[in-house]
């Protein structure tokens, strides 16, 4: 079953703008990752958030995380053409659940930056 | 260097054949796992190993089979039962369940003719 749910589907925008993406679930978390998959190819950690955080930065990527609202956004600042791609977000459940130690992933956001 | 890789690249089978993906890493990982991967969609989860000669059903194992024999090594097999075996399929690893992040290899695209 497919836990996580991106929005939006797609994104197109032009060098050095911002990129936003959405990501919601359903049933509580242990954590929620954000992985980025170039065409053809396989997923690239990103970055991991627990659920006892609320944000976290690495380089030109920002992430935030809202359980009472079972959402988590990913930004990345100032884009480059190399930062097309698509990006997937996905959850793990807690030690009590099903989802232990696996991962839920969503649909995906197809980013396309244009120089 | 350290890595997973998965072989081949793309693979092309007869309808009702059997076909086996290889998957190997040298991370000295415990936790190997298949997802399969349509277009347009996310990555669903085949199967999972813990540990050697362990494995677990995922969301979408029927018509799949696996092996652990080696810690190295989790090969997947695509059976004929497999009613649409055309997909992306990608290996990941873990050094343990409770890791979490995971490393992908760089996947098999499967076409069945």
């Known amino acids: 079953s497919q836990q996580g749910e991106e929005d939006p589907q797609a994104l197109s925008i032009q060098e050095g703008e911002n990129a936003t993406m959405n990501c919601s679930y359903k049933t509580s978390i242990n954590n929620l990752q954000w992985y980025r998959q170039n065409s053809g190819r396989g997923l690239v950690h990103l970055i991991l958030i627990r659920s006892n955080e609320r944000e976290k930065h690495s380089g030109r990527l920002r992430v935030t995380l809202d359980t009472s609202k079972k959402s988590s956004s990913l930004l990345i600042t100032a884009s480059r053409a190399a930062d097309t791609a698509s990006y997937f977000c996905?959850?793990?459940?807690?030690?009590?659940?099903?989802?232990?130690?696996?991962?839920?992933f969503g649909a995906g956001t197809q980013v396309v930056v244009t120089p | 260097d350290g890595g997973i890789t998965q072989s081949p690249k793309y693979l092309f089978r007869k309808e009702g054949q059997n076909v086996t993906l290889s998957c190997e890493q040298n991370l000295n990982h415990d936790a190997m796992y298949w997802y399969r991967q349509d277009p347009g969609q996310g990555l669903r989860l085949i199967y999972y190993?813990?540990?050697?000669?362990?494995?677990q059903k995922g969301d979408i194992a029927e018509g799949y089979s696996v092996s652990r024999e080696k810690k190295e090594s989790f090969p997947l097999t695509v059976t004929s039962a497999q009613k649409n075996p055309t997909a992306f399929y990608l290996c990941a690893s873990t050094p343990g369940l409770a890791y979490n992040e995971q490393f992908f290899g760089p996947g098999t695209r499967l076409t069945v003719l």
């Open positions: 190993s813990q540990i050697v000669n362990d494995f």
């Open positions: 996905a959850t793990v459940g807690g030690m009590t659940t099903d989802s232990w130690g696996k991962l839920q």
